[in-house]
């Protein structure tokens, strides 16, 4: 299927809204956005673009200006949003890139908005690699979503399934001209270095190998997206009379594959910090130990303990020691 006929279909099957491109510039958005600016049933959304300057180049502002020249020609209004990347955050440039990207889509994108994103195929996999290589579980195998909810609005990722190599061949037919982000070649971070360094390996030894891991991120996504649900019930019915309680016996009965995702929920609904794989194991540990004990997990400014019959989360700074 060409490009403009798979986001055509896509296109029918996506719930009404505006419709936006996240153009970097870069020839994969530069191929989505001039692909959908051909297809009536996106202009009828009010397609537009927005471009992101990280400011991480000398030359971001020409590639400001490069976008606004491309979008002129297809006739779609452009936004240029200017972020400020914290370079200490202390998780890597790429992730304080992103985080200052997806900040920057929420507060530019509309209610009801649906944000076209050019991730590919080739992308997806380098993504369940990452994840693997960092231990992830089902929900981080099941890598990027075609469609999740965000801000106001929707994150769209309708090339998922698409080579890179259409994306290409779509840019050199129409002869279309665009950035080339020399960061792109900086094998110290981790996503470029899998990209040039390990897939191309993995690639001649097995051709298929990223429609094989884009395929098992689906189901991966299909069994996170179950276990979900589960989780979801499950908590329905092991918490407390208070938001940050929860029945511990109950909890240490669920099957394996709940615990995790049950404690994480709970957590996240009462505010608090989700603890790592080890936190959650040590909880178990000493859960099952004698009840004489006095059951406490500490991790970031969170505090588990065991209170009778319900275990109960705090913040450590709220957390009175001996109780």
């Known amino acids: 299927m060409s490009l403009t006929d798979l986001l055509r279909a896509h296109l029918d099957a996506l719930p009404p809204g505006p419709l936006a491109v996240a153009f970097s510039g870069g020839m994969d958005s530069s191929a989505l956005l001039h692909a959908l600016a051909q297809l009536p049933a996106a202009r009828v959304r009010g397609l537009r673009a927005i471009h992101v300057d990280h400011g991480l180049h000398d030359a971001s502002g020409g590639w400001a200006a490069h976008c606004r020249d491309f979008a002129t020609r297809l006739d779609v209004p452009l936004q240029v949003t200017a972020v400020d990347v914290d370079r200490a955050a202390g998780t890597g440039l790429e992730d304080a890139a992103r985080r200052a990207r997806l900040a920057a889509f929420a507060q530019s994108m509309g209610t009801g908005e649906f ?3 050019a ?19 089902p929900e981080g195998l099941g890598a990027m979503r075609a469609l999740r909810q965000f801000g106001k609005g929707h994150l769209w990722r309708p090339l998922l399934d698409l080579p890179r190599a259409t994306l290409a ?4 037919e129409h002869a279309l001209r665009w950035i080339e982000d020399p960061s792109n070649t900086h094998t110290h971070l981790s996503r470029n270095f899998l990209r040039h360094e390990i897939f191309p390996h993995l690639v001649q030894q097995w051709p298929q190998a990223a429609a094989a891991l884009a395929h098992s991120a689906t189901w991966l996504r299909a069994a996170a997206d179950y276990i979900d649900a589960q ?14 309680t929860l029945d511990w016996r109950g909890w240490l009965a669920l099957p394996d594959a709940l615990r995790d995702p049950v404690l994480r929920r709970w957590l996240r609904e009462a505010g608090l910090d989700e603890p790592a794989h080890f936190h959650v194991a040590e909880l178990e540990r000493q859960l099952l130990a004698a009840n004489d004990r006095h ?6 400014n969170t505090q588990l303990r065991r209170d009778r019959n319900v275990l109960r989360a705090s913040r450590r700074d709220h957390a009175r020691a001996g109780d």
């Open 115 to 117: 944000i076209a994103l």
């Open 119 to 137: 991730q590919h195929r080739g992308d997806q996999a380098e993504t369940v690699l990452l994840k693997l290589l960092r231990g992830a579980g």
């Open 169 to 172: 061949d779509y840019a050199n």
């Open 231 to 244: 989780s979801a019930a499950a908590l329905a019915d092991l918490r407390g009379a208070e938001l940050a």
């Open 295 to 300: 059951p406490c997990v500490t991790f970031d």
